[in-house]
Nanobody
């Protein structure tokens, strides 16, 4: 089991940017794909972005393509989500998780391996 701690959320105006971080404990971080998910009020948790363990492949939800960028630093056991051109519909609690994903297709919540953490809240105002 890996413990994941998300941070970097906050309140931002539409068009602004935020960078989320997810710090992982344990030695297996670099062996797994990682993903970001989000859950808006009253909605189900949804996939946002994923990155292969090597960093060589990424995937994004259509709703964030061209605006969000996922990256990772295996030495620091951290995965990041750079969010630009934020929109009010991006308002949600954002979570990270390890994924069973081999770099093809688009993962979903069912690919997540670990228990969900507290997440980090992102609020985008218009």
């Amino acid at each position: 089991q890996v413990q994941l701690v998300e941070s970097g959320g906050g309140l931002v105006q539409a068009g602004g940017s935020l960078r989320l971080s997810c710090a992982a404990s344990g030695r297996t971080f670099s062996s797994y794909a990682m993903g970001w998910f989000r859950q808006a009020p009253g909605k189900e948790r949804e996939f946002v972005a994923a990155i292969h363990w090597s960093g060589g492949s990424t995937a994004y939800a259509d709703s964030v393509k061209g605006r969000f960028t996922i990256s990772r630093d295996n030495a620091e056991r951290t995965v990041y989500l750079q969010m630009n051109s934020l929109k009010p519909k991006d308002t949600a609690v954002y979570y990270c998780n390890r994924l069973v994903w081999y770099g093809r297709g688009v993962p979903n919540v069912g690919n997540a391996l670990d228990a969900w953490g507290q997440g980090t809240r992102v609020t985008v105002t218009s």
